[in-house]
């Protein structure tokens, strides 16, 4: 899973870095190319909150299953010394 993620977050940059090169050899002003990449960074740093936000519930939702597993497991074994 891990890998998977690093995956992820090296495209996401791959595909960022190349998103501001590619501004910053086009023919534009350089305000204009100066306003498109603070717009890219801005683009980028919300969509990395909502990761962050989702991958939060999503661990949330593992450590609830973990911990009632955790739980039904405990409560088995205590049946099982009882017996």
Do not use: N
């Amino acid at each position: 899973m891990s890998e998977r993620g690093g995956e992820v977050w090296a495209f996401l940059a791959g595909a960022f870095i190349g998103g501001v090169a590619a501004l910053l050899f086009a023919p534009a002003k350089g305000s204009e190319t100066r306003a498109k990449i603070r717009q890219a960074a801005e683009d980028a740093y919300s969509k990395g909150e909502q990761l962050v936000e989702t991958g939060k519930v999503e661990a949330d939702k593992l450590i609830s299953k973990g911990r009632e597993k955790l739980e039904s497991f405990a409560q088995k074994c205590e049946e099982k010394a009882v017996q």
